[in-house]
């Protein structure tokens, strides 16, 4: 999984990729067994990702943070904690649970003038 992560490309900055708007993005959601999950992704590339799985995951997601879905209590999001990835995926190794979201979750757009947090510690 680790090579997947590799890419030919520079890194690009959120908001560069095929020169499209800034506040574009799809979410993979993914319904846990107690706590939904989501990534977020460049627009159309999820559906090629999982056709063809050679697509260096650099190329797929937006950022490379796992975000826990608590949209229902507020209208932030905050990036899951390791106890929740290992609790849920037995791995808290990102690339490894971002393949399983990417797999397994469901795909739609996102709002991205939602607020992101990060974990407290």
Same mark, same amino acid.
């Given at each position: 999984?680790? =090579? #997947?992560?590799?890419?030919?490309?520079? $890194?690009?900055?959120?908001?560069? &990729?095929?020169?499209?708007?800034a /506040?574009?993005? *799809?979410?993979?959601?993914? $319904? =846990?067994? +107690?706590? %939904?999950?989501f990534?977020?992704? &460049?627009?159309? @590339?999820?559906? %090629?990702?999982?056709?063809?799985?050679?697509?260096?995951?650099?190329?797929?997601?937006?950022?490379? %943070?796992?975000f826990?879905? /608590?949209?229902q209590?507020?209208?932030?999001?905050?990036?899951?904690? &390791?106890? #929740?990835? *290992?609790?849920?995926?037995? +791995? $808290?190794k990102?690339?490894?649970?971002?393949?399983?979201?990417?797999?397994? =979750?469901?795909? =739609? %757009?996102?709002?991205? $003038?939602? #607020? @992101?947090? &990060?974990?407290?510690?």
């Amino acid at each position: 999984m680790s =090579g #997947q992560v590799k890419s030919d490309r520079t $890194h690009r900055a959120p908001g560069d &990729h095929n020169n499209r708007e800034a /506040n574009e993005a *799809d979410r993979v959601r993914f $319904h =846990g067994k +107690s706590t %939904k999950f989501f990534v977020l992704a &460049h627009p159309g @590339m999820v559906a %090629k990702w999982r056709n063809d799985k050679t697509i260096p995951l650099v190329d797929v997601v937006e950022i490379f %943070k796992v975000f826990e879905d /608590n949209a229902q209590v507020s209208s932030a999001y905050s990036e899951a904690s &390791h106890s #929740q990835l *290992d609790n849920e995926f037995g +791995s $808290h190794k990102i690339e490894d649970v971002i393949c399983k979201i990417l797999e397994g =979750g469901d795909l =739609g %757009k996102f709002d991205a $003038h939602i #607020q @992101m947090n &990060h974990p407290t510690k």
